[in-house]
């Protein structure tokens, strides 16, 4: 599926392997920003999009710098919709205990291209029946 682009940067995402199924996302900022612990920040990435309807790109963070430095996303997986055509931007969160400075270029999320359907509701007074039913939240042990 070919997806058009508009990149204020060199670096169009890219996937490093050839199983990956994220495409690593960069900063293109002027200046470094400062992510002190607890503090959140909208990193640009310089990226627009044009995706086809039915599909949707998620914003995830980096397993490695959630590891080592403990930068994450502050609403866990970020949803890009095929009518926005606006920048990307990267909303980070330093959950970490030292300061972390963002450098431009520097690979700071992955995106996931995914299709999606929409659903109709129907109502209804009952649902099917499950072996689960209701049980959640450990119902199944440890």
Not at 56 to 64: D, K, M, N, V, W
Not at 84 to 105: A, C, H, P, W
Request: proline content about 4%.
């Amino acid at each position: 599926m070919k997806v058009k682009i508009i990149c204020k940067s060199g670096d169009l995402p890219a996937y490093e392997t050839e199983g990956s199924a994220g495409m690593d996302l960069r900063a293109l900022i002027d200046e470094p920003v400062v992510l002190k612990p607890g503090e959140r920040a909208l990193v640009p990435t310089g990226l627009f999009i044009e995706l086809p309807q039915g599909y949707e790109a998620q914003i995830r963070a980096r397993s490695g710098l959630a590891v080592k430095h403990g930068i994450g996303l502050t609403n866990g997986v970020g949803t890009i919709d095929s009518d926005y055509r606006g920048e990307i931007k990267i909303s980070l969160i330093n959950m970490g205990q030292e300061d972390f400075t963002v450098n431009s270029g520097e690979r700071i999320a992955q995106m996931v291209i995914a299709k999606y359907e929409r659903i109709e509701w129907e109502r209804t007074d009952k649902l099917e029946d499950t072996e689960r039913a209701g049980g959640g939240f450990g119902h199944t042990g440890v």
